[in-house]
């Protein structure tokens, strides 16, 4: 499903019918008007689950999103070898305004967003029982998307500046029509991420603490703490994640192996794409897995300076495997496999960056929250932690996960010969929505 440019979206309610067919019959499929969401409830659930859908497009949170993050930190670590142009200018720090993977991440993006505010807007007709639950997913979905985007096309947050920076353009509206208002500037990275923690906030309020696969209050939890993190607001990362560790709704998995490659959730996963055999994408598969498992021919590989970090006797380091003639990541070799967008660990040891930042023990030590990750790794435990140790451990747990690039720019590590926050590690606005928005300012260096 693929929208024109997304300041051309003309009431985009775009549903995905292999995963809504059993709830509803619409027409057109692709579309709902006014008058029959506002006039009928179970479209507008339906509508949700379009917004879900989107989410989880492959240019998106189907994968992309995450590789994107990889292929842009990866350097000495990852190489890209795959025969597509747009990821290798991704990995190159070599992007053009045309670059494919920059477009469909913003179109795809808006999209769901749009999906969103759509939902948003007909709430009146949902019951009063429901109302509060598919308002918080449509927010959390919404403050997901924007956390994303505001990251790759914008230059990064700084703790303790105003962050005038050019974000992406605030949309909390449907677009259902091409008007003067489609022309929206940019807003700041500020406002961006203060719209983001908005949405996190009601979202967590609004939504119940468990809800299936779908967003739930610990996932707004969970998913503040991560955006907190990334603006250096050590305090309330720090008490976002212990918050959702308390909760006792989660627990680490006894082997690491078992986080990946499944097709339910577990009791790690705070929040997950949903992929099927008959619904849904996982492009972390299609790119770093090889042809045994249903991917591409390998185009990522894994390099000594990443596998060399692992101390002896790391079990993390066995999921690394030789196919297809270089090192691979064992994390993603199922086709058909859920990805795993926020889990416990990640809290584990944003609690204890924070505290160990803050100096402070709220909810546990920063030396236990660091033990309890390394423990399941078949290490031994420390007797005492540092910052750097911390972000290390981080660094090995969430390899390959879509972590890398942000938490460069937020340590303010150079990537490369790159400074953090160098021209090139931003994303340019597409080409094409320059063009047609002229309201739009494209990014330094582009």
């Known amino acids: 499903m693929k929208a024109n440019k997304i300041f051309l979206l003309v009431l985009t309610l775009g549903l995905s019918l292999n995963a809504c067919q059993d709830q509803l019959e619409l027409k057109p499929a692709q579309s709902i008007a006014d008058t029959q969401a506002s006039a009928n409830e179970s479209n507008v659930k339906a509508v949700l689950i379009g917004a879900y859908d989107a989410m ?37 720090k070599t992007m053009q305004t045309a670059n494919r993977d920059a477009t469909e991440l913003w179109l795809d993006g808006y999209n769901a967003i749009n999906i969103a505010n759509n939902v948003l807007a007909f709430l009146p007709v949902v019951a009063e029982k429901d109302r509060k639950t598919v308002e918080g997913e449509a927010e959390f979905i919404r403050a997901l998307v924007y956390f994303e985007l505001v990251r790759f096309f914008g230059k990064p947050y700084v703790a303790g500046q105003t962050n005038s920076q050019l974000g992406v353009p605030l949309i909390t509206e449907p677009t259902r029509g091409i008007d003067e208002k489609s022309q929206v500037a940019r807003s700041t990275v500020e406002q961006v991420y203060a719209a983001v923690i908005a949405d996190l906030i009601k979202a967590e309020a609004n939504l119940p603490q468990t809800n299936s696969w779908r967003a739930s209050s610990l996932a707004a939890t969970a998913l503040l703490a991560r955006v ?14 212990n918050k959702v560790i308390s909760s006792g709704k989660f627990a680490l998995l006894a082997d690491y192996a078992d986080n990946f490659n499944r097709d339910a959730n ?50 993390r380091k066995d999921l690394f495997f030789d196919g297809a003639g270089a090192m691979r990541t064992g994390k993603w070799n199922n086709q058909f496999g859920n990805i795993g967008l926020i889990r416990l660990a990640e809290m584990y040891l944003i609690r204890a960056e924070g505290n160990a930042r803050l100096n402070a023990s709220v909810g546990a030590t920063p030396l236990a929250d660091y033990n309890t990750i390394r423990k399941r790794a078949g290490l031994a435990e420390a007797t005492a932690v540092t910052i750097d140790q911390i972000l290390l451990e981080r660094r090995l747990e969430l390899a390959h996960e879509g972590f890398r690039i942000h938490d460069l720019k937020r340590t303010k590590q150079a990537v490369g010969k790159f400074n953090y926050d160098a021209d090139k590690l931003v994303f340019p606005i597409p080409f094409r929505e320059i063009e047609v928005n002229k309201a739009l300012e494209q990014n330094p260096g582009y």
């Open 266 to 315: 577990s009791s790690e996963d705070i929040f997950a794409v949903q992929v099927t055999d008959q619904d849904g994408i996982n492009n972390m598969n299609t790119f770093f897995s090889i042809p045994d498992f249903g991917a591409r021919d390998g185009d990522i590989e894994i390099l000594d300076g990443h596998l060399n970090l692992y101390p002896t006797g790391d079990v």
């Open 56 to 92: 989880a497009e492959g240019d998106l949170f189907g994968g992309n999103t995450l590789r994107n993050a990889e292929l842009q930190a990866g350097d000495d670590e990852i190489l890209w070898v795959g025969t597509f142009f747009d990821p290798r200018e991704i990995f190159n």
């Open 228 to 241: 907190y993190l990334q603006q250096g607001d050590y305090a309330k990362a720090r008490d976002a994640a």
